[in-house]
């Protein structure tokens, strides 16, 4: 499961977040929306659990602006405290961007995150210009790969014996 946000000005129709998410990278504004969205994200799955739903892993993306800051691993312990959500069933998804800002900090965190037990995704690789070699720096769960990736990769055909 994935926690998407999305944004309605007053009057006008519903925006995707790559129409204001750069904008809340710009001006600061990112940690306060990943806040609420991580918050909100965990107390409603934990809050599913607690009717007796089974438990699902709940993915939210972060930006490396929020990874970056000196407080977010603080901020994902706090939420989880809070909410009493089990690690085990939080994901923090963050694009490959994130690998080549501050390397050796973003490792830092995501060492830490993992020790803690949340699961950490890098989402959208290959969409960049990011390298293999930066995976193995990281202890990332998962990798998802950009369609575009592999989209024009040669298929060999199966040859018929």
Avoid at 63 to 86: M, R, Y
Avoid at 126 to 136: D, E, R, V
């Amino acid at each position: 499961m994935k926690a998407l946000i999305r944004w309605r000005p007053r009057g006008r129709n519903l925006l995707s977040p790559a129409a204001f998410i750069p904008f809340a990278e710009q001006t600061g504004l990112i940690w306060d929306i990943g806040k609420w969205v991580l918050y909100t994200a965990c107390l409603q799955n934990a809050s599913w659990q607690l009717q007796g739903l089974p438990p699902v892993r709940m993915a939210v993306n972060v930006s490396a602006i929020q990874l970056e800051h000196p407080g977010f691993f603080d901020l994902v312990q706090s939420v989880l405290a809070d909410t009493g959500l089990d690690p085990a069933w939080l994901e923090l998804e963050m694009t490959e961007s994130v690998l080549v800002h501050r390397m050796e900090q973003v490792a830092s965190v995501i060492t830490r995150l993992s020790d803690l037990g949340v699961r950490v995704s890098v989402d959208d690789f290959g969409a960049g210009h990011c390298s293999l070699p930066y995976l193995a720096y990281l202890s990332a769960d998962f990798l998802k790969m950009d369609q575009s990736f592999i989209r024009d990769m040669a298929i060999p055909s199966v040859q018929q014996r």
